[in-house]
Each structure stands twice: as structure tokens, then as C-alpha cells.
């Protein structure tokens, strides 16, 4: 199959994983897979998992994993199994033997091995959703989890529920000079910049939500735009779908709604560079689809980032 993505091996888009969804349903095999001393549990505690020293995954044995909680089959390789425990919020945290140590997605996911990165992603989405959404929609009545995790079952009406994922585009804007747009939140410090972004509204596509929030957020026109590629961000249920756009001519000059953007910048790759070079400038950490999206119109990394990185 043809790779079609321009920006390739995004941090959080990447463990090309069976997920065995055929397994799902299997209650039997799903019982073997939980007694079998070959299966490998990712334990999941306040969206973080257990990493050791050399930002692996560390797993345990099921015999390992009797904490109450979501039992997900995450994917098979090899025959093996991979399963995550979504341990209850109520738990107390415990400390990881061996080395290993409790590290989120965030912090973890750019040095993770593409498996891991796969493994850890599908884990915390699926313990977010797990976790804010226990109850039916339709009734009120408290949900099971089914199909290994995949979806909750309404004992009082046998409807079921799935995971969601909530569309967000995120788009860096160049000028005819190939200036990049980036702009700052009103809650972030002087300095920090990103690419604009926003969430798809009901009735809404992904093209019309781009131009919406353009024109919000910054009151510019474009007028081309190019779909580069898509990664989820489980903080806690988004996918973000990255695009480039060209600002038209006799476009309204760039400037911040003042509310959620209170500053927007353009920025030649000169000023990019130096500004992150020096620190007066930073960009989102490595994982996030913003930074690649900057990295993607300056043609190579850039160095530092926010704290979190
Ligand atoms: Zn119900």
C-alpha cells in the first residue's frame, strides 16, 4: 500500500499493530490469554504506564497484574498477547520495581520504540474513555466494558457504546515570502508559539473547520490547503488532522482575537531559527503534531521546546 503521508513517523501515529479485533468477542480465548504466563500486561494507573530505565514498556505476567480494573486486549504479535490492566483510579499508586517508573504519554511517547508508542497510545485513549464515560447515555444505568475493552454494554437496554475519538485540525499557514504563521494562547508565557488548531463542530468538515478558525482566531483568508497527515492525542479523546495552508492574496492582515489568541506572529525561517536557537522562541515538544508541522515548512528539526518535551 502505497505511504501517501507527508509527514511520516508522527511520535503518536506509529506500531503498524495487529489488533486482533476478530479476537474480541472470543471469551474463551480471551480467558486463555489471561491465564497464559506469555502474556504481556501493560499496567495503566492514572494515564501513566510502568517504563524502564531504557524507555521501554515494562510488562507483567498476568500473575503480576491483580489490580482491579479494565482488562483491554491491546494486539497480538507473534501469538503473544498484549493486554493492558486499566487499573482503577481508587488504587493507590505503588512504586515500580526494578527500575521501571511511571511515565505519561506525553513525556514518554518520543522515546518510545514504534510498538510501545502503539501499545501506550491505544492504552491511555481507550483508559480516558473507560473513565469519563461510565454510564449510559440513553438511561443513566452504569455500563459494562465488552468486546475486550473495545465497548461498554447498558445491562438495562442492551445498548452498546464505543470509544470516541473527537476530530481537531491544526494548520500552519505560510505567506507568499514563506513566512510560517504561529500563534500564543492567552494562557501561555511570552515566548511560546504554536500552529492554530480547533475543534471540528457538529455539521462541520475538516476543510470548513480550518477556514472557520483561521478566520477566528486570526482573521486571515487562504486559499489553498493540503491534508498532510493525522494523529491521535489522547489528552483526552483527539485526533488531530494537520494541514499547510497558503494565505490568499488580499488577505485581511493576520491579527489575535484577543480571547483564546492573544498574539500571532509571522515568522521567516531566519527569526524561526534563531529564536529557537536562543530560547526566545519555543515551539510544542517533539511529540505533538504541532512541532512537526513546524519542522514540516522549515525543512529540518529545530532545536528546544516547551518544558514538556
Ligand atoms: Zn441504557
Redesign the pocket.
Known amino acids: 500500500m502505497p505511504d501517501t503521508r507527508l509527514l511520516r513517523s508522527l511520535t503518536l501515529a506509529r506500531g503498524d499493530l495487529d489488533r486482533a479485533a476478530e479476537r474480541r468477542d472470543d471469551l474463551e480465548w480471551l480467558d486463555s490469554v489471561w491465564q497464559d504466563p506469555a502474556t504481556r500486561v501493560l499496567l495503566v494507573h492514572h494515564g501513566r504506564a510502568l517504563v524502564t530505565g531504557d524507555a521501554a514498556l515494562a510488562f507483567v505476567p498476568p500473575a503480576d497484574a491483580a489490580y482491579d480494573g479494565v482488562r483491554v486486549l491491546l494486539a497480538v504479535e507473534d501469538g503473544r498477547a498484549f493486554v493492558a490492566l486499566l487499573v482503577d483510579a481508587t488504587v493507590e499508586p505503588w512504586e515500580g520495581a526494578d527500575g521501571t517508573r511511571w511515565e505519561g504519554l506525553r513525556e514518554v511517547g518520543a522515546a518510545l520504540g514504534d510498538r510501545d508508542a502503539g501499545l501506550l497510545v491505544m492504552a491511555v485513549a481507550l483508559a480516558n474513555w473507560h473513565a469519563t464515560h461510565p454510564r449510559?447515555p440513553?438511561?443513566g444505568?452504569v455500563t459494562v466494558p465488552a468486546q475486550a475493552g473495545w465497548s461498554r454494554t447498558?445491562p438495562?437496554?442492551s445498548?452498546q457504546h464505543f470509544p470516541r475519538s473527537d476530530p481537531a485540525v491544526i494548520v500552519l499557514v505560510s505567506d507568499d515570502a514563506d513566512r510560517a504563521l504561529l500563534g500564543r494562547r492567552a494562557e501561555w508565557p511570552e515566548g511560546w508559539y504554536s500552529t492554530l488548531a480547533g475543534f471540528v463542530e457538529a455539521g462541520e468538515s475538516a476543510e470548513m473547520t480550518v477556514l472557520r478558525e483561521l478566520a477566528e482566531e486570526s482573521g486571515i483568508v487562504v486559499d489553498r490547503l493540503d491534508y498532510l497527515g493525522s494523529q491521535p492525542w489522547p489528552f483526552p479523546s483527539s485526533l488531530m488532522l494537520g494541514y499547510r495552508a497558503r494565505l490568499a492574496a488580499g488577505s485581511p492582515e493576520a491579527r489575535p482575537d484577543g480571547v483564546e489568541i492573544t498574539e500571532v506572529r509571522w515568522f521567516t525561517r531566519e527569526e524561526m531559527r534563531a529564536g529557537c536557537e536562543s530560547g526566545a522562541v519555543r515551539i510544542p515538544p517533539r511529540v505533538s503534531i504541532a512541532r512537526r508541522l513546524v519542522e514540516h515548512w522549515y525543512g529540518a528539526e529545530l532545536p528546544g521546546s516547551w518544558p514538556r518535551s
Do not use: Q
Open positions: 449510559c440513553r438511561c444505568v447498558c438495562a437496554d445498548s
